[in-house]
């Protein structure tokens, strides 16, 4: 396949992420809540996220080394289309994030703007709601990111 | 797209020139070049200027503005 260096390494981040991230997102939804006290679920959650943090770096580390060993300086670097389209898929990402910040933010102040309990919570019972909310919309917006970033490669659309 | 060019055919009359030849002379990837040939991306002026200049042709002999309807 024909590919930039800065393409290579945004598949790389891709499906670091989805593999790092899904397994973390199962383990978390697999916490049994009924069977363990509050902290006992904080630590376990706790635990799998320090896990998961230190495979996404270490795989970053390892394989983007590896990939910009086998490309120039220049490639490495990347031209203006490798910086428009990052500046693209950022825009698309960005949206993403403001949208899910919005939302969590919405879901913290609806118990105190209007006396409205949101019954989101009790259809998800993980610990740490609003943090895992959070963290799964970073995840999300990162996704889209990367996968616009492709579509974008390869589409050859800017 | 309204920009057109003609980087192809001056790099085949430059000794069939290849992209990536092209592409290091004036600083962008192989696969830019490949872009901007299909016209698929518009090269910033910098780029547009470096090319026209390495085939010694004026800006315009090798980008073109289409108006579209």
Redesign the interface.
Known sequence: M????K?KSTWLSLIATLVVFGFYTIRVFSIDMSSLSEQEAIDVAMANLSSAILYIIIIEIIFQSLISAAGSK??VE?????RLIALTSNNSGYWVLSIGVIITLGQLLLPHAIGMESSIKAYFPIPLFEVHVLLFVFILSEIVRFTHQIVL?R???? | MAIVNRVRECRFFADEMTQQALA?AV???R??I??IE?N??N??LE?AFKIAHLFNKPLEEVFTYEAED
Request: hydrophobic share 30%; proline share 3%.
């Open positions: 024909n590919m930039t260096l393409e220049a490639e990347g031209d203006e289309r490798d490669y589409k050859d659309a800017v | 290091e600083g962008v990837t696969q830019t490949m872009a299909k698929k991306y090269p910033s780029v």
